[in-house]
């Protein structure tokens, strides 16, 4: 099956910084999603992006489809930007089922 | 509009029990699908309805099953619990299969088999 490898695991910044998240996939997919999840354990909608790039505010990414990878990037983190933050992947030619990839833990340290 | 809403929360079973855990998707969805979280495996997919049908489903044993209602709302089911079961259970709702399929997240229910 498809494989979504997300990098680095963890990291670790002092607030201010700025963070780039890495997430690999192994097959062409029909939709890519980024979450980040709470302290509750729910998983927040950050980007629903198959291709091109889009911004929110301080987090922006980019799906590369044809190269098989995506980007979630944090301009100058804050406290609460600390979690772990998972992309997720549909197959192209699958129905709504969503392989995710093992996410990166995201510490910012004031 | 209201989101995904997952009930109840938290969930406390014994080992050889059974449990249903609920699933309100976002009004005007169809698509509601369930996943599995834990420390070792991650974040694992169970299955997914539309409109009352499974139409794909993980490799989960036959003792985790599912339904969909007429309104969309799902249930799932895991029967002679185990403590490897003990878990987050996380449902997603999207609109439709093939067209936007953004997935949204229920806040969870936390199950621990003792």
């Known amino acids: 099956g498809i494989q979504v490898e997300q990098s680095p695991p963890d990291l670790i910044l002092q607030e201010g910084a700025n963070s780039t998240l890495r997430c690999n996939f192994s097959?062409?997919?029909?939709?890519l999603q980024w979450f980040h999840q709470n302290p509750w354990g729910q998983l927040i909608n950050l980007f629903y992006?198959?291709?091109g790039t889009k911004q929110n505010g301080r987090l922006s990414a980019t799906t590369v489809a044809t190269e098989r990878y995506s980007l979630l990037y944090i301009s100058s983190s804050q406290t609460t930007d600390s979690g772990v933050y998972f992309c997720?992947?549909?197959?192209?030619?699958?129905?709504?089922?969503?392989?995710f990839g093992q996410g990166t833990r995201l510490t910012i340290n004031p | 509009k209201a989101g995904v809403t997952q009930t109840p929360r938290y969930l406390i079973k014994t080992r050889g029990q059974q449990v249903t855990l609920s699933c309100s998707p976002i009004?005007?969805?169809?698509?509601v699908s369930w996943y599995q979280q834990t420390p070792g495996q991650g974040l694992q997919f169970l299955f997914e309805?539309?409109?009352?049908?499974?139409?794909n489903k993980g490799n989960f044993p036959g003792r985790f099953s599912g339904r969909q209602f007429s309104n969309s709302r799902s249930e799932m089911n895991v029967s002679t619990l185990e403590l490897g079961d003990s878990a987050l259970y996380l449902c997603?709702?999207?609109?439709?299969?093939?067209?936007?399929?953004?997935?949204?997240f229920g806040q969870g229910t936390r199950l621990t088999v003792v």
């Open positions: 997603a709702s999207s609109l439709a299969a093939g067209l936007n399929t953004e997935a949204f």
């Open positions: 097959d062409s997919v029909n939709n």
């Open positions: 992006i198959p291709s």
């Open positions: 997720a992947v549909e197959l192209m030619m699958g129905a709504q089922k969503l392989v």
């Open positions: 009004s005007g969805h169809r698509s």
């Open positions: 309805y539309f409109s009352e049908t499974q139409r």
